[in-house]
Every structure is written in C-alpha cells, then in structure tokens.
C-alpha cells in the first residue's frame, strides 16, 4: 500500500491541476490587448498612414483595420485634432 | 422610389459578395439550434430576475430591469455574428426588409473579418482572440476597449452604407448611448468607441469611406452593381 501512495498523490495532482488550472484562467485570465503605449489619452495621431488614438489605458488605439491609402486616401490631423482619413493631395502638375 | 423587389435583388447580390469575400456564412436565426439556446438562456435569466425580485419585495428592495431582450425578440429583431456565421431574423429575407440587409450585412460581416483576422492577445491563440476580448469586455478596461474599437468600425460601415442609400448623419452620441446600453459598455470601450467614430464620420463627411475593409468592399460593390440606390432609398 505504500507504495501505492505516490502514485495516487501523483494522479490526484495530475487530475488537480488539469481541472484547476483551466478552469481558473477560464475565471480570471481576461486576456489583454496588445498595443503600443502612449503618453497622452485622448490624443489621435497618424502612424504610418493609419489614424489611431490613445485611450484611456495609455495604449495606443487603431482606428479602422487598414491604411488609408487602400481607399486612396490619406491619414491627417482635422483642425480639431480628429485624425481621418482625408483626400489625398492631387499633383498639380509644374509649370 | 426603389421597388422593394429589386432591393431585395441588390441584398441578395450584395449578401453573396459579402460572403465569397469574406469567407462568412449567413443563416437563419430561427432555425440554428446555438440561436434558440441563446434564446432560451435569456428568457430563463428574464425569469430569475422575476423570481429575484418577487423574494426581494418582501424587503421592499427593487431589483433592476436586466436589459436584456426576451428570447422572442432576440430571434426575431437582432441580427447576431458567432465566428464566421451571420444569423439573421428569417423576416428580413421579405422584400419590405431589403434595407436592413443592405445597413446590417456589411456590419455583420465586418465582425466575420475581424474575427478570422484575429488580434494580438498575448499568449492567446488568433482564432479565440477576437472572441474572447469580445467576452471579457464587461470584466477588463483593456477588453471594453477592444469591443468600443471593433463596433466602433462596424457602426462607422452602417454609417457609410445608411448614408450612401441617402439617410441623415445619426448623432454619435446616440449611436454610444447604444453600445452602453446593449453591450454594458464600460467608460474605457466607449471613449474609444466615441473616438472612433468621430474619425470614420469626419472621413465619410470629407466624401470618403472609413478605412474598414468591409465598408469599402460593400460600398464598392454597391456603386458598380446598383448605382440607381444611391440616395435613393433612406432619403
């Protein structure tokens, strides 16, 4: 029998921690979003033809799922600050 | 004014494409036996807060209106995405609902591409990412943001599509106060969803598209296919 002990403790442990820890990070494992940080919530920007904008976690937010430029547009700054994206500026040709 | 057979017509067109683009697939609401158990859970939840409330006005305590629609009306009023599958109310395949297909299409199958695209979740694996962030969105700021950005895109596409068809701007105020309310939207998710909407409107109002793949694929297909809508339809 003692030599049985081991074992059981063994598969218990086994059992114990393939039911505890899936079902604790079921509960409490929340994953979280990765995204680069920034200083200021509450501030758009343009990165690399994309208009984002720092939330209120400080991790910088995009907005849209792709550049501007795939709709022939281009990321700016409004007067207000709103980052968009705007026309793109036509070649006015040169004289 | 559009017939409303010929809007079905540009639905049922817009749909397929939606579909082969995307990968999605669009089903009955009320025939998808995960949609009648969703239906049964929140009539049952509806029930235990009844009972809830029945026992706690004995101690003249209020228990508050959950917020959640009945079983009937989430079958029959809501169009719902689960991973790559659309369900929607069997009544809008009529032709007098032609136009809510048109505006809910390109938003629901906006979430099919963000789902299938994943999101970098740390140790999580794409294909949950999206799914999951989406769940935790009432427990973690950091998740209430994923969702405000994610229906932030999807309600800046209905935006475009209601306005091509020639509705009025809808008021970003009113479209948050929404998200709060049918989602339980944390502070966090809906700054970010006000953020991101105030950036798709300034785009659709500057004669753009915002930049969300679904509005851009939907929108194109709609000026090559049915030109004879464009403000036509919602003015």
């Not at chain 1, 921690?17 to 680069?36: F, I, K, N, Y």
């Not at chain 2, 785009?203 to 915002?210: E, N």
Request: overall charge negative.
């Amino acid at each position: 029998m003692r030599r049985l002990y081991p074992v059981r403790a063994f598969l218990a442990l086994i059992v114990a921690l393939s039911v505890v820890v899936p079902v604790g990070a079921a509960l409490t494992g929340c994953p979280d979003w990765q995204r680069p940080e920034c200083p200021t919530p509450g501030v758009y920007s343009c990165v690399n033809d994309w208009p984002q904008f720092c939330a209120p976690t400080k991790e910088r937010t995009p907005i849209g799922d792709e550049v501007c430029a795939a709709s022939g547009r281009v990321c700016a700054l409004r007067a207000d600050g709103v980052a968009y994206c705007a026309r793109a500026a036509t070649d006015g040709g040169a004289l | 004014m559009i017939a409303p057979a010929r809007l079905a017509e540009v639905a049922d067109g817009l749909e397929a494409h939606l579909c082969a683009t995307f990968g999605a697939e669009v089903v009955t609401k009320e025939d998808s036996a995960l949609h009648r158990t969703i239906a049964a859970a929140f009539d049952a939840a509806e029930s235990g807060r009844d009972k809830a409330a029945e026992l706690a006005s004995f101690i003249s305590l209020d228990v508050p209106a959950l917020g959640l629609p009945t079983g009937a009306r989430y079958l029959s009023d809501y169009g719902t995405t689960i991973a790559s599958t659309v369900a929607l109310p069997r009544a809008w395949r009529a032709p007098d609902r032609a136009v809510t297909r048109l505006v809910v299409l390109p938003h629901e199958v906006g979430h099919v591409d963000q789902h299938r695209r994943g999101v970098d979740a740390g140790w999580w694996p794409k294909a949950v990412s999206h799914s999951v962030l989406y769940l935790c969105s009432i427990a973690t700021d950091d998740a209430a943001e994923y969702l405000g950005h994610v229906e932030g895109d999807q309600y800046g596409t209905s935006e475009a599509v209601s306005r091509w068809l020639g509705a009025k701007p809808r008021p970003t105020a009113e479209v948050v106060d929404e998200l709060r309310r049918h989602y339980a939207l944390r502070p966090a998710g809906a700054t970010v969803a006000e953020a991101t909407l105030r950036s798709h409107y300034a785009t659709i109002d500057d004669g753009g598209v915002p930049n969300v793949r679904s509005a851009r694929v939907a929108l194109a297909w709609l000026e090559a296919n049915a030109p004879d809508l464009r403000g036509a339809v919602l003015a």
